[in-house]
């Protein structure tokens, strides 16, 4: 904009020249608040989310550098603390599945135990069978 020049005509500057400059100016500054719109949009819409995650602080004056510090405190305290809650959580599910291994190895043991006590009966009351066909067929054969 500094080294803009405009041709001299008999009654002054040139007309066209200068309203094509003031239309590009005008366009410029539309073009600038736009953007500025569109920027606070997108602020609003980052304080908004900030605000839902608790990690919100207001900017006051020239305290950026405070502000991002203090964000930065606060979301390493909640990741932190999203980790412990993440790993007492998933020392609860190792717990309870162990607990829960445990009682299916029980489970099998128990019936284990009972299938080997099952098996020693049937078999015991198979040798009792076969002595009473032993004794049936010497009886019968003499």
């Known amino acids: 904009m ?3 020049n405009f041709s001299l005509q008999p009654e002054g500057y040139n007309i066209e020249e200068v309203d094509r400059y ?9 073009n600038a608040v ?26 006051e004056g020239d305290n950026q550098d405070e502000v991002i510090t203090q964000l930065f405190h606060q979301l390493t305290e909640t990741v932190n603390s999203t980790k412990s809650q993440a790993e ?3 020392s609860e599910i190792i717990a309870a599945a162990n607990e829960k291994s445990r009682a299916i190895v029980r489970q099998a043991m128990t019936h284990s135990v009972e299938l080997r006590t ?14 009473m066909i032993d004794v049936v067929l010497e009886k019968g054969i003499q």
């Not at 500025?36 to 602080?57: D, F, H, Q, W």
């Not at 049937?122 to 040798?127: A, G, S, T």
């Open 2 to 4: 500094a080294n803009t």
């Open 22 to 30: 003031i239309e590009m100016l005008r366009d410029e500054y539309q």
């Open 34 to 59: 736009s953007w500025g719109e569109e920027l606070e949009t997108k602020l609003e819409r980052i304080e908004n989310s900030m605000k839902e995650a608790g990690l919100y602080v207001a900017v």
């Open 88 to 90: 007492i959580k998933a």
């Open 118 to 131: 099952e098996n020693t009966t049937i078999m015991e009351n198979l040798k009792s069978l076969r002595k």
